[in-house]
């Protein structure tokens, strides 16, 4: 059974850091790309985040030299560095295999308040 679980959210300033984390379970995480995605209320799910099997990353360009991404394949985890907050960053932050279909986490909110 495939678990996925976030946490490291929470209420910060705009400007400022938080670091999130994921650990994964039930899946051969080494060979999987991981994302992480963020949902905002009353908007899709959106990729923001994603690192490769291989160490490929790419980021969304509302991220991008924001966000850092980073993964260890001998603990399951998979990191979201988030620097530089800003209000829109506001959303519940999931971690998942890329194109992920299976059941999703229960996500950590991150706050930004202006």
């Known amino acids: 059974q495939v678990q996925l679980v976030e946490s490291g959210g929470g209420l910060v300033q705009a400007g400022g850091s938080l670091r999130l984390s994921c650990a994964a379970s039930g899946i051969i995480f080494s060979i999987k790309s991981m994302g992480w995605y963020r949902q905002a209320p009353g908007k899709q799910r959106e990729l923001v985040a994603v690192?490769?099997?291989?160490?490929?990353?790419n980021y969304s360009d509302s991220v991008k030299g924001r966000f850092t991404i980073s993964r260890d394949n001998a603990k399951n985890t998979v990191v979201l560095q988030m620097n530089s907050l800003k209000p829109e960053d506001t959303a519940v932050y999931y971690c998942?295999?890329?194109?992920?279909?299976?059941?999703w986490g229960q996500g950590t909110q991150v706050t930004v308040s202006s």
């Open positions: 998942a295999p890329l194109a992920w279909s299976g059941t």
């Open positions: 690192v490769t099997s291989g160490g490929v990353i």
